[in-house]
């Protein structure tokens, strides 16, 4: 199930009459983050989106959104708080995010995160991570624009 992917020639831009609006992740956006996802990786995706949604949906700590235009869900931002780990304190971690590539390049991915700073440093968050993989230079600039750096923490596998 592949929903409109398209080239940068089809690129939509959002005037600024219909301004996105961002809120907070519903239930019923499972759909809608499923084919943003799938539009992105260009291939069907093996994830439950209706339990990954309701899972965060249920939690009042985790800040999840999504950004809107003319009443379409055209973004997602899930993350969620860490009460503890091997040294970080409790701290929030942005887990996963994506905009239609229709609407790429217009600041939608940067509206949402700083929603997310915004929420997280009411809740006496002081710390925000991600994790990107090393070769995906358009996430690390990304988030490079956001202020994001290398943090002290080495991600680490184990692959069965």
């Known amino acids: 199930m592949v929903h409109h992917v398209t080239s940068l020639l089809t690129q939509r831009k959002v005037d600024p009459v219909n301004r996105i609006r961002i809120r907070d992740l519903d239930r019923q956006d499972a759909a809608d983050v499923m084919n943003i996802c799938t539009s992105i990786v260009r291939k069907p995706m093996d994830v439950d989106f209706n339990a990954l949604i309701k899972k965060h949906v249920q939690n009042e700590n985790d800040i999840c959104l999504v950004a809107e235009h003319e009443g379409q869900v055209i973004g997602f931002m899930i993350s969620y ?6 040294g970080i304190e409790k701290s929030a971690w942005i887990a996963t995010f994506g905009v ?3 609407f ?3 600041g939608i991915g ?3 995160a700083h929603e997310i700073f915004t929420r997280y440093k009411k809740m006496g968050i002081g710390r925000i991570y991600t994790t990107v993989q090393w070769d ?3 996430l690390l600039s990304f988030f490079k624009t956001l202020g994001f750096d290398r943090s002290n923490h080495i991600n680490l596998k184990k692959t069965f």
Do not use: C, R
């Open 81 to 86: 708080i860490l009460g503890f780990g091997f």
């Open 100 to 102: 239609d590539p229709n």
């Open 104 to 106: 790429m390049g217009q």
């Open 110 to 112: 940067e509206q949402m």
């Open 136 to 138: 995906s230079t358009d």
